[in-house]
Nanobody, 124 residues
Framework: QVQLVESGGGLVQAGGSLRLSCAASGRTWSIYDMGWFRQAPGREREFVAV????????YYPDSVKGRFTISRDNAKNTMYLQMNSLKPEDTAVYYC?????????????????WGPGTQVTVSS
């Protein structure tokens, strides 16, 4: 089992920045990829970013590319999401997730473990 806990959410004005953290514990040696997803009210959960745990390769959808940066500190078993130039449409609950196999990284069903989520609200 892997346990995940997010932190760092909050309220920010449009154009501002936030950094989310995701602390992993348990069988962290089994992690293949870690990712961030978000879900706004009335919408499906959306892929935000992924990082391969060993090599550090990253991927983003066009909606956040150039504004968000995913990173990890393997020694601390912690993943981060630096969010800059935030827009009101970035408002959502943000979830970190981990998967232990090489499933499709943009698909939430590929992930085995999830954190409880942290709210990000961007005001206009």
């Amino acid at each position: 089992q892997v346990q995940l806990v997010e932190s760092g959410g909050g309220l920010v004005q449009a154009g501002g920045s936030l950094r989310l953290s995701c602390a992993a514990s348990g069988r962290t040696w089994s992690i293949y990829d870690m990712g961030w997803f978000r879900q706004a009210p009335g919408r499906e959960r959306e892929f935000v970013a992924v990082i391969t745990w060993n090599s550090g390769l990253t991927y983003y959808p066009d909606s956040v590319k150039g504004r968000f940066t995913i990173s990890r500190d393997n020694a601390k078993n912690t993943m981060y999401l630096q969010m800059n130039s935030l827009k009101p449409e970035d408002t959502a609950v943000y979830y970190c997730a981990a998967k232990v196999s090489s499933g499709l990284y943009i698909r939430d069903t590929s992930y085995d473990y999830w954190g409880p989520g942290t709210q990000v609200t961007v005001s206009s």
